[in-house]
């Protein structure tokens, strides 16, 4: 039976890290409670000369580059906390319920927006430090941690600095580069570095977890890139397929300046159509909630005070809903920029006659003429005006500005 590791694709090292920090968090709650917690399991108990708790510690980092699994990594660490057996063996109530994310003491923060706000924040860290209804751990997961806005971090170092005796925080986020995780934040986590699984380790996951044809898994992991998530969608989705033949059709045609802006137009364009398609189904429950729990439509004393709040509380769901469309736009034309990107890659692994796989094996002759019209340099000089427009939308340039000046580079060289 699988345990709650296996679906931690290609990261040996940091499961054998994650396993070792649940044996010893074990250890510490034997300490605790020598009679309540791991009673009957005499064999995995009392390992002589283990000092409880070596090896485990309250506050985590996970790292790694988008699709590794670090909020996977993250969950399958949180399921082994609260594992009946201090192992995530994958079947005890504690491992099923994490998994699930049903369990009480496993909460699971997960940015709506551009980024997580002071007061979610307070109120979260508050709720963390209560004692732990299980008994075991109270844990709190924050997936996008780079996306915590200053007042939030400092309010999350607080609670990291002097943790409750049971608290565990797992931050997720790309790196551990100070424009993610503040020096005072990562001077007191631990951190587990998480890899870009090679093509082939996504590919087997696919084919035994999701019962994917080993064809179909193979060529969507290596046009994934190691995206773990993106490669399910890809050997799943038709219309996610269909949007990257349209932004790898991009390359072919880009024919003079009106094509090159066309094609800027057209890739914005179906970045907004993709994000707007992905939120609209949360936008009009969440609208449709708040409405009924305002009762919507009273009337009489006080209902003109309660219509004030209720205008601002909608107000500041717009401003949520908002804020949340705006990010979906900019993942998907991420998404978009690094098919677009793995096609130049593709062009300048060919240009340099290197042994390699090539990313879109779809488009591989594509690239392939590419590489022999623009040789290494001109490729080169494309890929990197492909990796320097998602760098300047990740710093909050346009994103029409960014993708119209790629284009132009695209073209021209
Ligand atoms: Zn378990």
């Not at 506050?59 to 996977?72: N, Q």
Request: proline residues 6%; hydrophobic residues 45%; contains cysteine.
């Amino acid at each position: 039976m699988p345990d709650v590791f296996a679906d931690l694709v290609g990261q040996d090292e940091a499961v054998a890290t994650l396993r070792h920090a649940a044996a010893a968090a074990a250890a510490v709650l034997r300490a605790a409670h020598p009679a309540a917690v791991g009673s009957g399991q005499a064999e995995v108990e009392g390992q002589p000369g283990v000092d409880p708790g070596a090896g485990m510690t309250h506050a985590w980092i996970f790292t790694g580059p988008p699709g590794s699994g670090r909020s996977v990594a993250a969950r399958a660490f949180a399921a082994a906390l609260q594992c009946a057996y201090g192992t995530g063996c994958g079947e005890c109530p504690g491992c099923h319920t994490t998994m699930t994310g049903t369990h009480a003491d496993v909460r699971l923060v997960v940015p709506e927006g551009l980024s997580i706000g002071v007061g979610e924040m307070r109120a979260l860290v508050l709720r963390a430090a209560s004692t732990p209804s299980g008994g075991r751990w109270q844990i709190v997961i924050i997936e996008d941690a780079d996306r915590l806005t200053e007042a939030a971090g400092n309010a999350l170092l607080k609670a990291i600095e002097e943790p409750p005796p049971r608290t565990v925080f797992l931050l997720c986020a790309p790196s551990t580069h100070p424009d993610d995780v503040s020096v005072t934040i990562r001077s007191r986590c631990r951190v587990v570095p998480l890899r870009q699984p090679p093509a082939a380790a996504v590919a087997e996951v696919l084919v035994r977890r999701d019962g994917i044809a080993p064809d179909v898994a193979q060529w969507a992991a290596a046009a994934a890139q190691g995206h773990v998530g993106r490669a399910r969608r890809l050997a799943r989705d038709p219309e996610a397929r269909q949007r990257r033949d349209a932004v790898l059709a991009v390359p072919r045609r880009l024919t003079g300046v009106g094509a090159a802006l066309d094609a800027a137009s057209a890739l914005i364009e179906a970045a907004e159509a993709e994000a707007e398609a992905s939120v609209a189904e949360a936008d009009a429950a969440e609208r449709a909630a708040l409405q009924t729990a305002l009762g919507a439509g009273g009337t009489g004393r006080g209902a003109a005070g309660a219509m004030r709040g209720a205008a601002g509380q909608l107000k500041d769901l717009e401003k949520r809903q908002k804020s949340r469309a705006t990010r979906a736009q900019r993942d998907a034309l991420d998404r978009a920029l690094v098919d677009l990107a793995g096609f130049y890659r593709d062009a300048l692994t060919m240009a340099l006659r290197a042994p390699v796989a090539p990313v879109h094996t779809d488009t591989a002759a594509m690239a392939e003429a590419g590489a022999q019209k623009w040789d290494a340099e001109g490729a080169l000089r494309r890929l990197e005006a492909v990796l320097e427009c998602r760098a300047a939308i990740e710093a909050n340039v346009k994103p029409r500005i960014a993708v119209e000046a790629m284009m132009l580079t695209l073209w021209k060289g």
